[in-house]
């Protein structure tokens, strides 16, 4: 009877044991099922939290982005309710429009984070270190709060950071990267910092060098593609078949060798975020952040700069006055419905059998003087605007514009079109520390038909003595040649003059002759003195004792002139009197060639233009081979033929165009450099366009 109790009591203690450990394991079952519920609850809750908080990111860069303001500077957080320095300061939004409010964004101006100085963003203290191009964007969901998104974006203007800045496909032909001064006819020479927004692809077969140093980075914001290319050379280094290329500028270590190989810039595929890091994600980075929202394409906002055009006759209303592309590639359709208005803008030139044609755009002109702006409207008016009347370093018109000079030191100025701008000749600086920006809504178009036919062979209505002239700068005597033969006697120089008006100010530093014939003989020589003058009575020497034969040019110190004044010297050096017959002596045609453009050129939706339709195709004859286009601590350069360049029309700058134009038919002497000089003494009130950098969880 004892053992059978003592056994029933076992056996109890047993079934306590084991209801005890079913208990302890049903609780931790319970327990763990409602922790798992809860930890699913809430990561479904974060996921959520994250998903809104990145909305309010892609929210913020597109308010940034679309800027409303009118003021010179962009004021990237007016869109906010209030103030933003202090973490109260949260500013709510309805994001999907049901009237509740889903996210919370903050935004810091010119102040990024800087940990390793135990520096935050969204401190009163404004530690901006340097920060002014830069915004520090945080976004958070309303409800929980639980996800907080830190992005830096870049808020200045992208226009001066590239020689090339294109808004779509391109393909990159033959030698189209070189280093400078190598003169190579590669279409951009030197470091060559660019910028695509959209893919690229290398022409198989082709060739070149692409040097990327310091801060002259390359962005690609889609798929880059080299196969089939034997001789692509990145940083001197050969490159890989089939890659897209990648470094992180802050951390080599994030380089994927399965998927980039490595150079001195960013390069991304189209699965990847441009220039944008996030780390919001685990593992981190990821390259990618899915969306164009990464980057934005500037826009002239018409409001703000006819706000900004504030200064007297900066603004020009005349949006009536934009020409037609059909127009300017072909003489014959000026004056008909190809053209949008009735004015006559194509002049015919004809020698023999050699027809030209110049091209004068209907629109207000602009010449960039020393001290002033010279502007002519279109119905005749003329306006003297001085620099320091220019209101923000702007200039607006509604419509067209044409423009040439040169731009004096220090000066700083930006002309905006809603429509076209015509470069009419060359656009030069005096000295490299000014900084001219052309803003074009449509094109950019430069017009290289300033050039004049001289019939000469009849002496009557070419060359003249002084009284014939309008002022005589020569000295000698001077004998009307009304026959065709003239007798000179021993030791004598008579005096020949040719005055032309080209009907419009010019600008640059040659004067191309073309097919000159020298008249002289070994008893009669001949010498040209050239004059240049603005208003046809105040004349400039610029070259004497010129000896010219063929297409010959004429250089000197770049200036603005409308006047241009040849005397032909003819001297008697037989000790008899001898005749000359002036019809021996002269040329077919005079030009002035554009060689250089010096200044940051957008084209928000168009690109760069020629005007083609004056019958005569750019030759390379009538270009210097040197570099003329860039001013030297001395001042403007004369240009020469003394180099080695193959591209001899050079834009020195930056060109921001939507459609990629490597090259214009029949205009194969084109080249592109680059100007840091521009962002380091920047244009003003450029259009704003922000960049993601990188984004984190906070």
Same mark, same amino acid.
């Given at each position: 009877?004892?053992?059978?109790?003592?056994?029933?009591?076992?056996?109890?203690?047993?079934?306590?044991?084991?209801?005890?450990?079913?208990?302890?394991?049903?609780?931790?079952?319970?327990?763990?099922?409602?922790?798992?519920?809860?930890?699913?609850?809430?990561?479904?809750?974060?996921?959520?939290?994250?998903?809104?908080?990145?909305?309010?990111?892609?929210?913020?860069?597109?308010?940034?982005?679309?800027?409303?303001?009118?003021?010179?500077?962009?004021?990237?957080?007016?869109?906010?309710?209030?103030?933003?320095?202090?973490?109260?300061?949260?500013?709510?939004?309805?994001?999907?429009?049901?009237?509740?409010?889903?996210?919370?964004?903050?935004?810091?101006?010119?102040?990024?984070?800087?940990?390793?100085?135990?520096?935050?963003?969204?401190?009163?203290?404004?530690?901006?270190?340097?920060?002014?191009?830069?915004?520090?964007?945080?976004?958070?969901?309303?409800?929980?709060?639980?996800?907080?998104?830190?992005?830096?974006?870049?808020?200045?203007?992208?226009?001066?950071?590239?020689?090339?800045?294109?808004?779509?496909?391109?393909?990159?032909?033959?030698?189209?990267?070189?280093?400078?001064?190598?003169?190579?006819?590669?279409?951009?020479?030197?470091?060559?910092?660019?910028?695509?927004?959209?893919?690229?692809?290398?022409?198989? &077969? =082709? @060739?070149?060098?692409? *040097?990327?140093?310091?801060?002259?980075?390359? $962005? !690609?914001?889609? +798929?880059?593609?080299?196969?089939?290319?034997?001789?692509?050379?990145?940083?001197?280094?050969?490159?890989?078949?089939?890659?897209?290329?990648?470094?992180?500028?802050?951390?080599?270590?994030?380089?994927?060798?399965?998927?980039?190989?490595?150079?001195?810039?960013?390069?991304?595929?189209?699965?990847?975020?441009?220039?944008?890091?996030?780390?919001?994600?685990?593992?981190?980075?990821?390259?990618?952040?899915?969306?164009?929202?990464?980057?934005?394409?500037?826009?002239?906002?018409?409001?703000?700069?006819?706000?900004?055009?504030?200064?007297?006759?900066?603004?020009?209303?005349?949006?009536?006055?934009?020409?037609?592309?059909?127009?300017?590639?072909?003489?014959?359709?000026?004056?008909?419905?190809?053209?949008?208005?009735?004015?006559?803008?194509?002049?015919?030139?004809?020698? &023999? =059998? @050699?027809?030209?044609? *110049?091209?004068?755009?209907?629109?207000?002109? $602009? !010449?960039?003087? +020393?001290?002033?702006?010279?502007?002519?409207?279109?119905?005749?008016?003329?306006?003297?605007?001085?620099?320091?009347?220019?209101?923000?370093?702007?200039?607006?018109?509604?419509?067209?514009?044409?423009?040439?000079?040169?731009?004096?030191?220090?000066?700083?100025?930006?002309?905006?079109?809603?429509?076209?701008?015509?470069?009419?000749?060359?656009?030069?600086?005096?000295?490299?520390?000014?900084?001219?920006?052309?803003?074009?809504?449509?094109?950019?178009?430069?017009?290289?038909?300033?050039?004049?036919?001289?019939?000469?062979?009849?002496?009557?209505?070419?060359?003249?003595?002084?009284?014939?002239?309008?002022?005589?700068?020569?000295?000698?005597?001077?004998?009307?040649?009304?026959?065709?033969?003239?007798?000179?006697?021993?030791?004598?120089?008579?005096?020949?003059?040719?005055?032309?008006?080209?009907?419009?100010?010019?600008?640059?530093?040659?004067?191309? $002759?073309?097919?000159?014939?020298?008249?002289?003989?070994?008893?009669?020589?001949?010498?040209?003195?050239?004059?240049?003058?603005?208003?046809?009575?105040?004349?400039?020497?610029?070259?004497?004792?010129?000896?010219?034969?063929?297409?010959?040019?004429?250089?000197?110190?770049?200036?603005?002139?409308?006047?241009?004044?040849?005397?032909?010297?003819?001297?008697?050096?037989?000790?008899?009197?001898?005749?000359?017959?002036?019809?021996?002596?002269?040329?077919?045609?005079?030009?002035?060639?554009?060689?250089?453009?010096?200044?940051?050129?957008?084209?928000?939706?168009?690109?760069?233009?020629?005007?083609?339709?004056?019958?005569?195709?750019?030759?390379?004859?009538?270009?210097?081979?040197?570099?003329?286009?860039?001013?030297?601590?001395?001042?403007?350069?004369?240009?020469?033929?003394?180099?080695?360049?193959?591209?001899?029309?050079?834009?020195?700058?930056?060109?921001?165009?939507?459609?990629?134009?490597?090259?214009?038919?029949?205009?194969?002497?084109?080249?592109?450099?680059?100007?840091?000089?521009?962002?380091?003494?920047?244009?003003?009130?450029?259009?704003?366009?922000?960049?993601?950098?990188?984004?984190?969880?906070?």
């Amino acid at each position: 009877m004892k053992r059978i109790k003592e056994n029933n009591g076992t056996a109890i203690i047993l079934m306590l044991v084991v209801v005890s450990v079913l208990f302890i394991f049903t609780s931790f079952l319970v327990r763990k099922v409602i922790t798992n519920t809860t930890m699913v609850e809430k990561s479904g809750q974060e996921q959520e939290s994250y998903a809104i908080a990145k909305q309010g990111i892609l929210y913020a860069l597109d308010k940034l982005n679309t800027w409303q303001g009118t003021a010179p500077d962009y004021d990237s957080t007016a869109w906010l309710n209030g103030e933003n320095w202090d973490a109260g300061n949260w500013n709510s939004y309805d994001l999907n429009g049901d009237g509740e409010t889903e996210v919370e964004i903050r935004i810091d101006k010119d102040d990024i984070p800087h940990p390793e100085d135990s520096d935050p963003a969204f401190d009163s203290a404004d530690d901006d270190n340097e920060d002014q191009s830069y915004i520090t964007i945080e976004s958070r969901d309303s409800a929980r709060k639980l996800v907080t998104l830190q992005a830096i974006a870049k808020n200045n203007s992208p226009l001066l950071d590239y020689v090339r800045f294109i808004n779509s496909d391109t393909v990159l032909e033959d030698d189209f990267f070189a280093a400078s001064g190598s003169g190579s006819t590669s279409l951009i020479q030197g470091n060559a910092p660019f910028c695509v927004l959209g893919n690229v692809g290398w022409a198989s &077969g =082709s @060739s070149n060098d692409l *040097r990327l140093s310091d801060n002259n980075k390359a $962005l !690609i914001y889609g +798929t880059i593609s080299n196969d089939g290319v034997d001789e692509l050379k990145i940083n001197d280094s050969s490159s890989k078949q089939g890659y897209s290329y990648f470094s992180d500028p802050d951390d080599s270590s994030y380089d994927d060798p399965d998927l980039f190989d490595t150079a001195e810039g960013h390069y991304f595929s189209s699965a990847h975020l441009p220039s944008c890091y996030d780390y919001s994600e685990t593992p981190s980075p990821v390259y990618y952040y899915g969306g164009p929202q990464s980057v934005s394409w500037p826009e002239i906002k018409e409001t703000r700069y006819q706000n900004l055009a504030s200064g007297t006759n900066c603004y020009i209303d005349n949006d009536t006055e934009i020409n037609k592309e059909t127009e300017w590639t072909d003489h014959n359709n000026d004056n008909t419905a190809n053209d949008n208005d009735t004015v006559t803008e194509w002049f015919q030139d004809v020698v &023999g =059998s @050699s027809t030209s044609w *110049r091209y004068y755009p209907y629109a207000p002109r $602009l !010449i960039l003087n +020393t001290t002033n702006i010279s502007q002519k409207l279109s119905d005749g008016t003329v306006n003297t605007i001085d620099y320091s009347d220019v209101t923000n370093g702007i200039i607006y018109a509604e419509g067209d514009i044409s423009l040439s000079g040169i731009l004096p030191d220090g000066k700083q100025l930006t002309i905006v079109s809603g429509g076209n701008i015509f470069i009419d000749s060359n656009l030069l600086k005096e000295i490299n520390t000014a900084s001219l920006a052309l803003l074009a809504k449509h094109n950019i178009v430069l017009n290289p038909t300033t050039r004049y036919a001289v019939t000469w062979a009849s002496p009557d209505s070419s060359w003249q003595d002084g009284s014939g002239a309008l002022a005589n700068p020569g000295d000698g005597n001077s004998t009307y040649p009304g026959t065709a033969t003239i007798s000179i006697p021993s030791g004598i120089v008579n005096t020949y003059i040719i005055d032309l008006d080209l009907g419009k100010f010019v600008t640059g530093g040659r004067i191309v $002759l073309w097919d000159y014939e020298d008249g002289g003989s070994l008893q009669i020589k001949t010498t040209l003195d050239v004059f240049l003058s603005r208003d046809g009575t105040t004349w400039n020497t610029v070259l004497t004792g010129e000896n010219p034969d063929g297409n010959f040019p004429l250089d000197f110190t770049p200036q603005t002139f409308r006047w241009i004044r040849l005397e032909l010297q003819v001297k008697n050096d037989h000790p008899q009197p001898q005749d000359f017959n002036l019809s021996s002596e002269g040329f077919d045609a005079i030009e002035v060639p554009i060689y250089a453009v010096d200044a940051a050129l957008f084209t928000e939706n168009g690109t760069i233009q020629v005007v083609t339709g004056g019958g005569v195709a750019q030759d390379e004859s009538i270009l210097p081979n040197n570099n003329a286009y860039q001013p030297d601590a001395g001042g403007l350069r004369t240009p020469s033929d003394s180099g080695s360049y193959s591209q001899r029309l050079f834009f020195w700058g930056t060109l921001t165009e939507t459609e990629w134009t490597e090259s214009i038919p029949g205009w194969g002497y084109i080249a592109y450099a680059y100007d840091d000089n521009l962002s380091l003494n920047p244009p003003p009130s450029l259009p704003p366009s922000v960049g993601l950098v990188s984004l984190k969880r906070k």
